[in-house]
């Protein structure tokens, strides 16, 4: 089965820092990748997602998302972060086979805090 | 703003009692996914409707159950409620393969089970 793992669970940092999380997951074939981001008070939104090609995926909002197929990792990278940056971020993953599509699975999310 | 909407917003029910969310999928949209989001957890993958038929599930009991509707809308409807079904329901809607990963979320249904 997949499994999908985010390494931090709260991230605090201060306005205009690079922010890098981390996710890894547990699946030896294709994949399909996403990072999603709910703003306190509003519904998930997609920021950036991988199916095939350039490894190096460009989001909305400045964010970028790296696909390492050798380490299993697709981490969120922004490099100067804002103040309404601040959000759940979830990394998911589908394993793209035919009974599968559709089916994300989510990491617990990691909460991201932008000070002022 | 993803157009998917979800209604109620926020529902209180005791154990036992019988539950029904629903779900209006974004325009252009056939296929609705839903997802429990326990708190401090990430979704969790429920089951999934494509042109009115389940097409595939979780590990959810069978007192989770769902319908999709001509016009794509769909229902989530939970049994027997229990106390660790206190959560936020999210209906995701995307377009047919090979879109179906790219989906779009709702604001959810918040659920206590008291």
């Known amino acids: 089965a997949q499994s999908v793992s985010q390494h931090n669970h709260h991230v605090i940092l201060s306005e205009a820092a690079s922010l890098e999380l981390g996710c890894n997951y547990s699946?030896?074939?294709?994949?399909?990748l996403f990072w999603y981001v709910q703003y306190p008070g509003q519904h998930l939104q997609l920021l950036l997602k991988?199916?095939?090609?350039?490894?190096l995926v460009k989001g909305i909002k400045g964010f970028e998302a790296e696909f390492i197929k050798s380490k299993f990792s697709f981490n969120l990278r922004k490099p100067s972060v804002q103040w309404s940056d601040t959000a759940e971020y979830f990394c998911?993953?589908?394993?793209?086979?035919?009974?599968?599509?559709?089916?994300?699975?989510f990491g617990a999310g990691t909460q991201v805090v932008v000070t002022p | 703003e993803t157009g998917v909407t979800q209604s109620p917003t926020h529902l209180i029910k005791t154990r036992g009692q019988q539950v029904t969310l629903r779900c209006s999928s974004q325009?252009?949209?056939?296929?609705v996914s839903w997802y429990q989001q326990a708190l401090g957890q990430g979704p969790q993958f429920i089951f999934q409707?494509?042109?009115?038929?389940?097409?595939g599930r979780g590990n959810f009991p069978p007192r989770f159950s769902g319908l999709q509707f001509p016009n794509y809308s769909s229902e989530l409807n939970v049994n027997a409620l229990e106390l660790d079904d206190s959560a936020l329901y999210l209906c995701?809607?995307?377009?047919?393969?090979?879109?179906?990963?790219?989906?779009?979320f709702g604001p959810g249904t918040r659920l206590t089970v008291l």
């Open positions: 995701a809607s995307s377009q047919d393969y090979p879109d179906t990963d790219t989906q779009y």
């Open positions: 699946y030896g074939g294709t994949v399909n």
């Open positions: 991988y199916f095939s090609g350039d490894p």
């Open positions: 998911a993953v589908n394993a793209p086979t035919t009974d599968s599509w559709g089916k994300l699975q």
């Open positions: 325009s252009g949209h056939n296929t």
């Open positions: 409707y494509y042109r009115e038929e389940e097409n």
